[in-house]
């Protein structure tokens, strides 16, 4: 997949179907809006094409309101690779940007930079100055374009059970710590990345030394136990990860913590991945740092039993 980081000033492309929007989380409804993508560029024989912006819109428009991020531009970029994406545009978006009109924004950004051919939005689609343009605004400038634009609507997409696939209800559900319930519309396992950095080493006098995360503009999951895949250096290790306040102790910090199961290596400094597989209690408040220790143990065990279980379906599936 080509990865154009600065969209407005990149080469001009060929032939093309896109989609545009930010994608946070590429859950299971933006995965169908781009997979039709991806088909009828497929069909075609052009390149398929997602313009994604960065940061979010709001964070420009109203600060106080930005949600917290899903997914990083990286993470993003490794999801539609394995789609199989033909080309990945980053739309910077600052104040020049959203002073942009609809008609405007789309000369610039698409007329000048690809020879469009469809265009694929979801219906509640809204984009220019003050959110004036909407999907009719893309028909009718797609048929002024010569050749031809034409415009697509993606209705929106419901799980199985009637669940919303929104960035929105992923996030609500992270927040609450329900990690598997947000995997159901992800369709994969909710991840955060960060940089290993020095903690207290109080899990190292418990016989569990852990992992410290350091701040991430991701969403962290809600305080408790996890069961998680903690991803380094291409390596996937299983482990459990610790979010909280640590009331044991008193600690004011929220902090994410993870024991990696039998590794003894040291990787501060480290880029780390962790990867949210299940939920496994919340947060407790221990009379003593023997009794932590019982439950850490009671913790591991179910952790292991999990992320063994996890690992043998993936197998399943690849047989």
């Known amino acids: 997949m080509r990865i154009e980081l600065d969209w407005l000033n990149s080469p001009p492309l060929g032939p093309a179907t896109l989609t545009i929007g930010v994608f946070d989380g590429v859950h299971l409804g933006h995965q169908y809006l781009i997979r039709e993508v991806i088909a009828k560029a497929q ?20 600060p106080a309101a930005v949600p917290a991020t899903l997914t990083s531009f990286d993470q993003k970029a490794k999801i539609l690779t394995a789609m199989g994406l033909s080309v ?28 469009a051919k469809n265009v694929f939005v979801g219906q509640d689609f809204h984009f220019g100055r003050g959110a004036e343009g909407t999907l009719a605004t893309i028909v009718e400038w797609g ?7 034409f415009a697509n609507a993606i ?44 903690g ?51 600690s004011p910090t929220l902090t994410v913590e993870t024991h990696v199961f039998d590794f003894n290596e040291d990787f501060y400094g480290a880029n780390l991945e962790l990867e949210f597989i299940a939920r496994l209690r919340g947060v407790i408040r221990f009379d003593s740092a023997a ?28 047989c």
């Open 43 to 62: 069909n075609l024989g052009v390149a398929s094409v997602v313009l994604t912006f960065e940061p979010h819109p709001l964070a420009v428009l109203t």
């Open 200 to 250: 207290q080493a109080r899990g190292r006098s418990l016989g569990y030394p852990t992992a410290n995360l350091g701040p991430t503009p991701q969403l962290t999951p809600g305080p408790g136990v996890y069961a998680v895949f903690a991803h380094l250096d291409g390596r996937t290790l299983p482990g459990m990860t610790s979010v909280g306040h640590n009331p044991t102790f008193i």
């Open 291 to 318: 009794s932590l220790i019982r439950q850490l143990g009671e913790d591991a065990k179910m952790a292991r039993a999990i992320l063994a279980q996890r690992l043998n379906n993936l197998n399943l599936l690849d």
């Open 143 to 149: 048929q002024r374009q010569n050749p031809k634009v």
């Open 155 to 198: 209705s929106e997409v419901k799980g199985p059970k009637g669940e919303t696939y929104s960035s929105s209800h992923v996030r609500g559900l992270i927040k609450e710590g329900l990690v598997a319930e947000a995997a159901n519309i992800l369709g994969r396992a909710y991840s955060i990345v960060g940089t290993v950095v020095a």
């Open 88 to 115: 990945l545009g980053k739309l910077k978006f600052d104040a020049a940007l959203s002073d942009y009109r609809a008609l405007e924004f789309l000369d610039k950004a698409v007329a000048t930079r690809l020879m």
